[in-house]
């Protein structure tokens, strides 16, 4: 139950009968022990996406999960490339260990958007036992240091200043060498950048060297 829903459940007026006067006042300490109740289990570690509940591929709600058949706190809301239909119906357990793969052959991320340089042990892992995260076209996945970068969140033009400063040189480096861009578009286009409308920035960091790379996709 949500705070607010617990608060709600508070306000409404109480069974109103001749011993309604008799109930004890709830406890003050009712509110702390519910929250208690709806601590989550830890998550499984990917690697190449580190915090899927922030970047948007996770959520904490309960799903009946089509890979393990269990009734699991944590459903799996990002892309799937799969014969079968599993929107909504994957636990993120299942991804980490490849048991939704294994099952169905379910892919998480577009195979042809992974540079030929990766290998195929780290493509099966990005592929296969990685949450993957909605775009609009598609974008190539990065790859530093002879690896894919780990994917960390969409951003619009404010989280880019306020939390990834240092990529918005590189990223109007990639503008201009790889796309062509140049002056008053490549700026009116990284003023745009919104994360849910778009154009949307996605943010990397390479796993090795550390850096931030950002890759920007528009609908
Ligand atoms: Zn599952
Ligand atoms: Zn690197």
Wanted: aromatic letters at 8%; a negative charge; glycine letters at 8%.
């Amino acid at each position: 139950m949500e705070i607010a829903e617990i608060i709600d459940a508070a306000k409404r007026p109480r069974h109103v009968g001749p011993n309604s006067f008799r109930s004890p006042p709830p406890p003050l300490f009712s509110l702390s022990l519910r929250m208690e109740r709806v601590s989550h289990p830890p998550l499984p570690h990917f690697r190449l996406h580190s915090d899927p509940l922030s970047s948007g591929s996770l959520e904490w709600r309960p799903v009946s999960c089509r890979a393990c058949e269990q009734e699991r706190p944590a459903t799996y809301v990002g892309p799937v490339v799969a014969a079968a239909d599993l929107e909504d119906a994957l636990c993120p357990w299942c991804i980490a260990d490849g048991t939704a793969h294994a099952r169905f052959g379910v892919e998480f991320f577009d195979a042809e958007l992974v540079p030929s340089a990766v290998s195929s042990d780290m493509l099966e892992e990005l592929l296969t036992r990685t949450p993957g995260f909605h775009t609009w076209q598609g974008i190539e996945w990065p790859v530093c240091c002879g690896a894919p970068a780990s994917f960390l969140e969409p951003v619009g033009a404010e989280q880019l200043r306020a939390r990834y400063r240092e990529v918005e040189g590189p990223l109007i480096g990639h503008l201009v060498h790889d796309l062509g861009m140049s002056g008053g578009a490549l700026h009116a286009l990284i003023a745009a950048l919104d994360r849910d409308r778009g154009p949307t920035a996605y943010v990397f960091r390479c796993l090795a060297c550390g850096t931030l790379i950002a890759r920007i996709d528009r609908p």
